[in-house]
């Protein structure tokens, strides 16, 4: 697998842990499909705080991206099991290829995502706050943004049930084929909380979950802003979280913005225009918000 090691590009000490990680604990149904991933991506760029891609990443608030053949994945100094997730889930996409004809589709494409992290062990990163969302979904309170529900939450709740089926036959079931997802996670016998959170999440982005299953209930739509922004910066070190505040700063003082990026301007320079993208964008959501 000397492939995966030229593919990484970050400090030698950190390729060699993600590397090492991906190669030993890949479990054998999702092994395959982690190296399509890797046949299919250029490179893997492990992005250290208050570098360029650092920032990059910072400014679309994000642990991972794909940008074309390249996946970049912000490096959590803290707990290096967030990264190594956040590789999994992309390798998993660029590997599967799913058409985002519909919203079925990315859901699919995310629950496999999701799921072959999952199956390697990163479930308990998540579980916490998976168990928060079910907790206020399964009492009737619809608290995320439709592309919330449909990325994370309803991905999350249906992989969390299927860690037991092996990947391939999953795959195989479910691509293009919602219905046999939902199917599938019933099976599984997911606990009662569980099918009423689904059930509210997905009449919350317009689907009758009795198509697929489930009873249908009320729900109320409430906004909870200090919750959503736990989620964002859900996965992130305090490095990350110190990049976000001084661009929080920018946000609100344009005029420092050179001042306050001054210690790392050789790594921000080429990125300029994004930040400054970023931050006419936020000025604006806050006059229109």
């Known amino acids: 697998m000397k492939e995966l090691y030229r593919k990484i590009i970050g400090k030698r000490e950190h390729v060699n842990i993600v590397a090492r ?76 290829n799913i058409s985002h004809r519909t919203i079925l589709d990315v859901v699919i494409d995310e629950t496999l995502a999701y799921l072959a992290s999952f199956k390697y062990g990163f479930l308990r990163l998540y579980e916490k706050g998976l168990r928060e969302a079910v907790s206020l979904l399964s009492k009737h309170v619809i608290a995320w943004e439709e592309h919330e529900l449909i990325n994370i939450y309803i991905p999350r709740i249906i992989a969390r049930g299927l860690v037991n089926y092996n990947f391939t036959s999953v795959v195989k079931s479910v691509i293009g084929n919602f219905s046999n997802l939902t199917s599938l996670w019933l099976k599984s016998k997911p606990e009662e909380d569980m099918k009423i959170a689904l059930s509210n999440a997905l009449s919350a982005i317009g689907l009758n979950p009795e198509t697929y299953g489930l009873k249908r209930h009320e729900c109320r739509k409430e906004t909870r802003t200090t919750y959503s922004r736990k989620i964002i910066l859900e996965g992130v070190d305090r490095s990350y979280v110190e990049m976000k505040e001084i661009l929080e700063e920018i946000v609100k003082e344009p005029s420092k913005l050179k001042e306050l990026l001054s210690p790392w301007w050789n790594e921000v320079e080429p990125i300029l225009n994004d930040i400054k993208a970023y931050i006419a964008y936020r000025r604006l959501s806050s006059v229109q918000g």
């Open 21 to 96: 990680t991906l190669l030993e604990n890949a479990p054998s149904d999702v092994a395959p499909y982690i190296l399509e991933g890797l046949r299919n991506v250029s490179n893997i760029i492990l992005a250290l705080p208050f570098t360029k891609y650092g920032w990059l990443l910072t400014i679309y608030e994000a642990v991972g991206r794909t940008v074309n053949s390249t996946i970049i994945v912000y490096f959590n100094t803290e707990n290096v099991d967030w990264t190594l997730s956040t590789i999994v889930h992309e390798l998993t996409h660029k590997a599967l």
